[in-house]
């Protein structure tokens, strides 16, 4: 039978899931990216097509990157080289005019950022299984949003604990020593 979520935990799987969501298109556009750079060499390919859908390949790819670096924050897993990858490729004829070291060297820098998706993806949908069970997940923090949503960082709790330990040990020096302080202040400055 399966658990019955609070308000608050659907709102967490929800929102878990619109992240897996952005991360799919994310991948498919990859995906797409891989296609039209296999594609454009092959006989009969509509090279100006071809060229024209890359290059809306490649600027939805830049958006949805920059959209999921700041929406999934610390879930965001996503190779540092990806964008590189998109950006040096100014087109398909550019890529196909390189030597085919280069072309080899690109294609494994492609799938190596393709790999680095798909781990932030099963990142993220382990974290919404988990969530669907009841288990305690946070979403990953971006710099505006306050760490632990809002509650206390364990080192804020120990800083706390250090704290009131200190207003007690004080509170009891001044209770059992408080009059021979108060006459030696007196005296001091009196």
Same mark, same amino acid.
């Given at each position: 039978m399966a658990r019955?979520?609070?308000k608050k935990q659907q709102q967490?799987?929800?929102?878990?899931?619109?992240?897996?969501?952005?991360?799919?298109?994310?991948m498919n556009d990859w995906l797409m990216f891989?296609?039209?750079?296999?594609?454009?060499?092959?006989?009969?390919?509509n090279k100006?097509?071809?060229?024209?859908h890359f290059l809306k390949v490649k600027s939805k790819l830049a958006r949805q990157h920059r959209v999921l670096k700041d929406h999934l924050g610390s879930d965001f897993q996503i190779? %540092?080289? =990806?964008?590189?990858?998109?950006? @040096?490729?100014?087109?398909?004829?550019?890529?196909?005019?390189?030597?085919? !070291?280069?072309?080899?060297?690109?294609?494994?820098?492609?799938?190596?950022?393709?790999?680095?998706i798909n781990e932030t993806l099963g990142g993220l949908e382990d974290k919404k299984a988990r969530a669907?069970?009841?288990?305690?997940?946070?979403? %990953?923090? =971006?710099?505006?949003?306050?760490? @632990?949503?809002?509650?206390?960082?364990?080192?804020?709790?120990?800083?706390? !604990?250090?704290?009131?330990?200190?207003?007690?040990v004080v509170a009891v020096v001044l209770a059992l020593f408080g009059d021979a302080y108060i006459r030696a202040f007196q005296d001091f400055f009196g």
């Open positions: 019955k979520l609070s967490l799987v929800d929102k878990i899931e619109q992240n897996c969501q952005m991360v799919r298109e994310f891989n296609q039209l750079l296999t594609a454009y060499v092959k006989p009969n390919a100006a097509e071809l060229e024209n190779d %540092g080289n =990806t964008m590189n990858i998109v950006s @040096g490729a100014t087109s398909l004829e550019a890529i196909h005019a390189q030597s085919e !070291v280069s072309v080899k060297k690109l294609q494994n820098e492609w799938h190596r950022a393709f790999i680095s669907m069970r009841g288990e305690k997940v946070s979403l %990953g923090l =971006t710099a505006d949003q306050p760490i @632990g949503g809002g509650g206390m960082s364990p080192g804020m709790k120990k800083g706390l !604990v250090v704290a009131l330990v200190l207003a007690v």
